[in-house]
């Protein structure tokens, strides 16, 4: 989840029981722009009306349907800005004819690719590609980067606290193939590949003007959030997706905050130890928003049924500032290039799975939120009369207590308001989350400092599409505890995300290989 941390669940009960309930509106972009403005950023790029878009990506992808191919470059100084630009981004937008307009459109359709200079070390186990997918949450300085570059290559150092379960997440961890991060900055991508030599693909997401960057060097790309993929396969291809449905992070965020929002966050951090980032401001579309960043592997690989040279990569990150509709509409965008692909498709990313609308809570909205809909309208007149009757209104907090658990244990199930996220990827590709089951649901990939079992969620997720139906996931983990491990205070852990893991067979025993 990037920017404004997820305030705890219990906060949303127990302070403000109804917050989660407001409306979020898409932000007025449909991917569409006038002549002669800002048509360099959509070259071969047309929003997708619906789902029904069929996108043929074997042998070359094509671009339609938001899916194109990004101007690939090795040169730092192509994303560079200078201080006064990104000052005067934060005081108000450029008009579009501007140089400085001109030159973010050109940010947003460029992506890094680059190799090692010296390769890593050959895959512990080559029969086996291990992927891990993780929001690192923009590390705000370079011992928090050390740290994380400790943790991927396993040293022991990197951690403040030590036991043998930590010490095997820590191993496990170390020989990962890919990472799928988010929330990474161009800076740390780059130092996290060339630290493990790992061929990189990075995509921007923001440009970052806010408070949170301040002090950052924005020649060197740390002024520019996004989504890495770090592979120890060589990376054949890039494209991304820039979603059509998007939601503002400039306007509201450089106002004051709001007392409803300034007490859910003073909330957070005291009960929970909650991340709380309140000082993220990012011009909206077309100079930013959420992408998900595609790359082609060579992988050799033999399934069940099938083999192959190559597979896709297909690194998420959905919209938290808004309701489960929009994350919805934004995921509906990418099935359609999943459901055409002839490659087997690793997909998966922080998709930001919260069941609420993260926007700025103002009073406005919060009792706005109330009442938006027929059905809240209903089901809230219902509670109000069930205290009225006896025992019923017993009846009703026992269901609401269960609805409330069923729905922050299991992200899937209809209790929850992105149910209908899942049922869509189930719909159209057949397959379910690869993530690894608790006792009522998921493992959790995120949670405030403590207490854990509370101020939880499920937010991150990855699952394998593989048309031939020759591969399969063999094992998957959370590393909650390596997390925890990093420090023995809430503000110096590394992120407030885990590391999600899936294993997937690349040779498994002839006898299983059939032609």
């Known amino acids: 989840m990037a920017g404004r941390r997820l305030i705890p669940t219990a906060t ?62 090795q040169d730092i100084g192509a994303f560079s800005m ?22 973010m459109l050109e940010l947003m359709r460029r992506t890094y690719v680059s190799q090692p200079r010296s390769l890593a070390p050959p895959p512990a186990n080559p029969e086996r590609l291990r992927i891990v997918t993780w929001n690192i949450d923009l590390p705000q300085n370079d011992l928090d980067v050390d740290s994380i570059i400790g943790v991927m290559k396993g040293r022991e150092d990197s951690l ?15 020989k ?16 996290l590949a060339a630290s493990l030599g790992y061929h990189l693909a990075w995509a921007p997401e923001f440009i970052e003007v806010g408070a949170n960057v301040r002090g950052k060097d924005p020649t060197r790309g740390e002024h520019l959030t996004g989504n890495a993929t770090l592979s120890r396969h060589p990376i054949e291809k890039v494209w991304f997706l820039r979603f059509a449905h998007q939601n ?68 998420i990150h959905l919209e938290n500032k808004g309701e489960s509709p929009l994350r919805r509409r934004q995921m509906g965008e990418l099935i359609p290039f999943i459901q055409q ?36 309208v209903i089901f809230k007149g219902f509670g109000v ?61 995120w949670s405030t400092w403590r207490p854990r079992q509370v101020a939880a969620g499920t937010l991150d997720w990855i699952t394998l599409y593989d048309p031939q139906h020759g591969l399969s996931v063999s094992e998957s983990r959370v590393y909650e505890r390596l997390i925890h491990s990093s420090a023995d205070s809430a503000s110096d852990r590394i992120s407030d995300h885990f590391p999600l893991r899936i294993d997937i067979p690349l040779n498994p025993p002839q006898s299983t290989f059939r032609r």
């Not at 990962?176 to 130092?191: F, G, N, P, W």
């Not at 929850?416 to 998921?442: C, M, Q, T, W």
């Open 12 to 73: 949303t009960l127990f302070f403000l029981p109804a917050a989660a309930f407001s409306r979020a509106q898409d932000f007025p972009w449909n991917g569409s722009f006038e002549p002669g403005t800002l048509e360099q950023l959509v070259e071969g790029f047309e929003a997708p009306p619906t789902c029904a878009a069929a996108i043929p990506i074997a042998p070359e992808p094509k671009t339609p349907g938001g899916v194109f191919e990004p101007e690939p470059t």
């Open 82 to 103: 200078t201080a006064d630009e990104v000052a005067s981004i934060r005081e108000s937008l450029p008009l579009p004819e501007s140089p400085t307009a001109r030159r």
């Open 160 to 174: 403040s606290k030590l036991n043998s379960h930590i010490r095997r997440e820590l191993s496990e961890v170390s």
């Open 176 to 191: 990962t193939d890919v990472y799928m991060l988010q929330d990474i900055s161009l800076h740390m991508a780059i130092r």
């Open 248 to 315: 503002g992070w400039y306007e509201e965020e450089r106002r004051k905050l709001p007392l409803i929002e300034r007490s859910k966050n003073g909330v957070g951090r005291r009960a929970f130890s909650a991340i709380i980032d309140e000082a993220e401001v990012r011009p909206p579309p077309p100079y930013g928003g959420r992408v998900a960043l595609i790359a082609r592997i060579r992988c050799p690989y033999r399934g069940a049924v099938s083999e192959g040279s190559t597979m896709l990569l297909i690194n």
């Open 341 to 376: 692909s002839r490659e087997p498709v690793v997909f998966g990313g922080d998709l930001n799975t919260t069941d609420s609308d993260g926007r700025i809570q103002s009073t406005k909205r919060f009792l706005k939120g109330q009442v938006n809909t027929p059905g809240k």
């Open 385 to 445: 009369g069930a205290r009225f009757v006896p025992y019923a209104g017993w009846a009703k907090t026992g269901f609401d207590l269960f609805r409330w658990v069923k729905s922050k244990e299991d992200p899937t199930s209809k209790w929850n308001g992105e149910h209908r996220l899942f049922r869509d990827v189930e719909s159209a590709l057949g397959v379910k989350p690869a993530n690894p089951r608790d006792k009522i649901g998921y493992k959790r990939t």
